[in-house]
């Protein structure tokens, strides 16, 4: 697993910077109902793409929040006074505080199923009735894209995916929160080349992979014989789902 406060500074560069974010941010906007005023963005990282839902939204009102110190310095400096150091399975918040709340790119990072009921069941405590919770989902999904890449990899060992799109429905079913709606957006800049998958199995990115193992060294050579080393293969695409609050 990376960790994410040695990833904070080079993380939006190394992971499509601006354009990612600026794709993600609408298509959450796209799934809020008109008049929400307070969001909570759980695992908001460095803040790139809660900027963008503060600005994209004439009286929206944004809190985020993360657990990693260094990501939350840097949301802090996008958003002073905004963000608060929290743990997504222990929001510091009363019940019933936020017209809505989204978690992009988290639900994948938990470690186990417990923890993804978890945090689900958090963000629907802190939700009003008739409020809204969109998250991410099949992450890992997104980015076999079809690739001479996704074909070399696709004998690693797995880890079980959790934030499978049924287990997070089945989640929120069981905290209240009913299917609202969904969309899907492209991971710009995310598209992987042969030399940077390699660079990232080399850094951790491939969990079950751990860097200098054999398993490991094996993919890597594998990867360097494929041809156009820097060409970037097709951007993931991103899948959100949003349910809202039965009241």
């Given at each position: 697993?990376?960790?994410?406060?040695?990833?904070?500074?080079?993380?939006?560069?190394?992971?499509?910077?601006?354009?990612?974010?600026?794709?993600?941010?609408?298509?959450?906007?796209?799934?809020?109902?008109?008049?929400?005023?307070?969001?909570?963005?759980?695992?908001?990282?460095?803040?790139?793409v809660t900027r963008r839902l503060?600005?994209?939204?004439?009286?929206?009102?944004?809190?985020?929040?993360?657990?990693?110190?260094?990501?939350?310095?840097?949301?802090?400096?996008?958003?002073?006074?905004?963000?608060?150091?929290?743990?997504?399975?222990?929001?510091?918040?009363?019940?019933?505080?936020?017209?809505?709340?989204?978690?992009?790119?988290?639900?994948?990072?938990?470690?186990?199923?417990?923890?993804?009921?978890?945090?689900?069941?958090?963000?629907?405590?802190?939700?009003?009735?008739?409020?809204?919770?969109?998250?991410?989902?099949?992450?890992?999904?997104?980015?076999?894209v079809g690739s001479d890449i996704?074909?070399?990899?696709?004998?690693?060992?797995?880890?079980?995916?959790?934030?499978?799109?049924?287990?997070?429905?089945?989640?929120?079913?069981?905290?209240?929160?009913?299917?609202?709606?969904?969309?899907?957006?492209?991971?710009?800049?995310?598209?992987?080349?042969?030399?940077?998958?390699?660079?990232?199995?080399?850094?951790?990115?491939?969990?079950?992979?751990?860097?200098?193992?054999?398993?490991?060294?094996?993919?890597?050579?594998?990867?360097?014989?494929?041809?156009?080393?820097?060409?970037?293969?097709?951007?993931?695409?991103?899948?959100?789902?949003?349910?809202?609050?039965?009241?």
């Amino acid at each position: 697993m990376l960790d994410y406060n040695k990833e904070a500074e080079r993380y939006d560069a190394s992971r499509g910077g601006e354009p990612r974010a600026a794709a993600a941010a609408q298509a959450v906007l796209g799934l809020l109902p008109d008049g929400t005023r307070h969001l909570l963005d759980v695992a908001c990282g460095t803040g790139i793409v809660t900027r963008r839902l503060a600005a994209g939204r004439q009286g929206l009102c944004v809190t985020g929040i993360d657990l990693a110190p260094a990501m939350a310095r840097q949301a802090a400096a996008r958003l002073p006074g905004a963000v608060v150091l929290a743990d997504g399975r222990r929001l510091p918040f009363r019940a019933g505080r936020f017209d809505a709340v989204s978690s992009v790119w988290l639900l994948h990072l938990a470690r186990t199923a417990e923890d993804v009921r978890t945090i689900v069941g958090e963000c629907a405590r802190v939700l009003r009735p008739g409020g809204v919770y969109i998250t991410t989902v099949d992450k890992a999904a997104a980015h076999n894209v079809g690739s001479d890449i996704d074909a070399v990899l696709a004998s690693r060992p797995r880890r079980p995916a959790t934030d499978e799109s049924a287990v997070v429905e089945s989640y929120a079913h069981d905290h209240g929160l009913l299917p609202a709606g969904h969309a899907r957006f492209p991971g710009r800049g995310q598209g992987r080349s042969p030399r940077r998958t390699v660079a990232d199995l080399n850094r951790g990115w491939f969990v079950t992979l751990p860097p200098g193992g054999a398993l490991a060294d094996g993919f890597a050579a594998r990867l360097a014989e494929l041809p156009d080393q820097d060409r970037p293969r097709p951007d993931p695409v991103f899948s959100l789902r949003a349910f809202v609050k039965a009241g």
